[in-house]
């Protein structure tokens, strides 16, 4: 039961080089979203998606694509990556239309470092 | 105002103690509430969920008050394993949001032998 998977989970980039963190669940969850995590800051939502070519900008979009075009995946992109953009990443799913948190799963983060 | 505050501590207390950690949430419109853990260098767990009547959950008794806005987190006789950040969490459906998760900055607790 793999439930969520990130890669990677270490990287290094230069100031203005391009990648993407890779998210997958196999739990046929409708709900996906990406957070970034910064010392005294807590987490804060990037992008999110509801379904399968539904996406939505949370509260930092900036800098930030995504695209859904499956279930499983939702990769988040840096086009032109800042040190601004140094954080932890976190992607989560869960099933959409539910309020419950108690069926949100998280990845085991990806550390990003812009130098 | 932060939709969501948390006195970051951190709390140093000893084993054994009774700690209680409390948060405040903006908007009235909130509708779920939650306390995740979070260790060092890894995800968010879900600890508990957080009932009007208020919940128990062996050491762990979480209580709300809609009226004043307003969560806590008790925990008795700790145990070092309890050192962690504790993160108060808020589901709020309003406009756009689709139910998402609105993140308290956390608490740290470390309990020491």
């Known amino acids: 039961n793999a439930g969520v998977t990130q890669t990677p989970k270490f990287q290094v980039l230069k100031t203005g080089q391009s990648m993407t963190l890779q998210c997958a669940q196999d739990?046929?969850?409708?709900?996906m979203s990406w957070y970034r995590q910064d010392p005294g800051m807590g987490l804060r939502l990037i992008h999110y998606?509801?379904?399968?070519?539904?996406?939505d900008q949370g509260e930092v979009p900036n800098g930030y694509n995504v695209s859904r075009s499956t279930t499983e995946d939702f990769p988040l992109r840096l086009l032109s990556a800042a040190p601004s953009q140094t954080s932890v990443y976190f992607c989560?799913?869960?099933?959409?239309?539910?309020?419950?948190?108690?069926?949100?799963?998280f990845g085991e983060g990806s550390w990003l470092t812009v130098v | 105002r932060k939709e969501v505050e948390q006195d970051p501590g951190p709390f140093n207390v000893p084993e054994g103690a009774t700690v209680a950690f409390n948060c405040t949430y903006s908007?009235?419109?909130?509708?779920?509430f939650f306390w995740y853990r979070q260790d060092c260098r890894k995800e968010p767990k879900l600890l508990m969920s957080?009932?009007?009547s208020g919940n128990e959950d062996g050491r762990f008794t979480a209580q709300l008050n809609r009226a004043s806005q307003y969560i806590s987190l008790l925990i008795r006789d700790s145990k070092l394993s309890d050192s962690a950040t504790y993160l108060c969490?808020?589901?709020?459906?309003?406009?756009?949001?689709?139910?998402?998760?609105?993140f308290g900055k956390g608490t740290k607790l470390s309990v020491k032998p």
């Open positions: 957080v009932y009007s």
């Open positions: 969490v808020v589901i709020t459906n309003y406009g756009g949001s689709q139910g998402n998760l609105i």
């Open positions: 908007n009235s419109a909130s509708q779920s």
């Open positions: 998606s509801v379904g399968a070519g539904i996406t």
């Open positions: 739990m046929n969850h409708e709900y």
């Open positions: 989560a799913s869960r099933p959409h239309g539910r309020a419950s948190g108690n069926t949100i799963y």
